[in-house]
């Protein structure tokens, strides 16, 4: 297993930019399926899960092309409605394309999904909403099975505003039949992006980004070209790791629209930031301040930065408390910092934070996407060399981090084991 080898304390200057979304790219992804035609993808990051999501699709009998950062899917000949366990369990969102796969096939079979261990991760609020639209979804052996004769639109109101249930529910309702009203809705800007895909596709959806959501199911789509929106995770992680090296960049292809609870605490720790159309100037003081942090679902501060900032605030003046709000065992990471010298402590849902004069180098281990990107900050401030192992967890999710930190100054190789 590969390692990054990062020999800390340098400051990260100049200018780097920002990747298409990870988390805008799968459900896309997975929407090329309701066409019986060509889509054309632009910016979808080249990562693990891309990758995963494009493999499914190919299993499924979809041909694709990919060339950089572009992804044409011709999906007219999908001969296949079951999604591979094995590839199933490789990441958490493929249960997305059981909307997809029901909504033009009237049937699906999957089994549960996997994905980075961060707690307890049901899809209890899928099926509902699925069963909400006439779907019959049963169990079997470890399958779900999804059969339907007609989708016929309702009213969902969600018990909680989960992002991955809210694009299922909006891909199974885009070809059904009548009117979809989904409350409560996830309003994550990667949903809006969806939404904006499916309607150039020939769909009809609005009010994503606010909490109701309303799909008019159509019988037909049509070819479609779209570009991604950019990556608001890695946004924020590349401003954070150039805010605890006391350093200067400048990000482009970025919007800071899509992160303003992250620039805001990014403020409170010390940092000036500047924001352009779309570019975000960053300038970090020689020691940032201890912030608190409270994760919620858009437009609360994301669970996805929580490890990060957790990484930024090590070396921070003053207690910061960290709050996760979204997602049981997110903390992981939090041990593998102390054997860096940070001083965590945890009580419940809640990491205490005091800051210390200095983090130390040591092997350290990624024990999910996020929580390895915090180690990269972390390490990335600390004096001497440290060792993060296990970094497939990272590539799931960044596309060229290493690169983009080595053009920013960073001194960061790859130790393939
Ligand atoms: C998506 C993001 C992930 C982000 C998360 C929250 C993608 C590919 N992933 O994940 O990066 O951290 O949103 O912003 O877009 N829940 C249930 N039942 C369900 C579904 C969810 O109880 O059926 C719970 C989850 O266990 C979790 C919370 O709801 O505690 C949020 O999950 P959800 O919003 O669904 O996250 P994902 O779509 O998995």
């Known amino acids: 297993m590969s390692s990054y080898i990062i020999e800390g304390g340098k400051k990260l200057e100049g200018k780097t930019y920002v990747s298409g979304s990870k988390n805008a790219s799968l459900p896309i992804i997975a929407a090329t399926i309701l066409n019986q035609g060509i889509s054309k993808l632009y910016n979808v990051p080249r990562i693990h899960d891309t990758q995963m999501m494009i493999e499914i699709l190919k299993k499924l009998g979809c041909k694709v092309k990919c060339n950089k950062n572009k992804v044409v899917v011709d999906s007219s000949n999908v001969n ?56 019959n979804v049963q169990e079997s052996f470890g399958k779900i099975i999804c059969l339907v004769d007609e989708i016929k639109g309702t009213e969902i109101n969600l018990d909680f505003p989960s992002v991955g249930a809210t694009e299922n529910i909006i891909l199974a309702s885009v070809l059904g039949n009548g009117k979809t009203i989904i409350r409560n809705a996830a309003m994550e800007p990667e949903i809006e992006d969806l939404q904006n895909f499916l309607n150039r596709m020939g769909a009809r959806v609005e009010g994503a980004g606010t909490k109701t959501i309303i799909i008019n199911g159509v019988h037909k789509l049509k070819d479609v070209s779209y570009n991604i929106m950019p990556d608001r995770i890695e946004t924020g992680t590349l401003l954070c790791a150039a805010a605890v090296t006391g350093g200067k960049i400048v990000l482009e292809r970025a919007n800071s629209e899509h992160i303003k609870p992250v620039i805001d605490k990014l403020e409170e720790a010390g940092c000036k930031i500047e924001i352009e159309r779309d570019f975000i ?93 915090a180690l990269i900050v972390a390490a990335l401030k600390a004096k001497g060399k440290t060792e993060i192992e296990d970094i497939k967890y990272i590539l799931r999710g960044y596309e060229k981090i290493e690169k983009k930190l080595i053009d920013l100054g960073g001194n960061i190789k790859v130790l393939i084991n």
């Open 281 to 373: 100037i960053l300038d970090a003081p020689k020691k940032l301040k201890a912030v608190d942090i409270n994760t919620m679902p858009y437009p609360g501060f994301p669970t996805d930065m929580q490890s990060i900032f957790g990484a930024i605030l090590c070396t921070a003046t003053g207690t910061s408390i960290i709050t996760e709000n979204i997602f049981e065992s997110r903390f992981k990471y939090s041990g593998e910092l102390q054997r860096m010298g940070a001083k965590i402590i945890i009580k419940d849902k809640s990491l205490i934070i005091k800051g210390v004069r200095k983090l130390y180098g040591t092997k350290v281990k990624a024990t999910d996407l996020r929580g390895g990107a």
């Open 80 to 135: 296949n409605y079951e999604i591979p366990e094995r590839l199933m369990r490789e990441m958490r969102s493929s249960v997305i394309l059981a909307g997809s796969i029901v909504g033009r096939y009237k049937k699906a079979i999957f089994s549960y999904p996997g994905g980075c261990d961060i707690g307890v991760r049901p899809i209890d609020l899928h099926i509902k909403g699925f069963e909400k639209l006439g779907i």
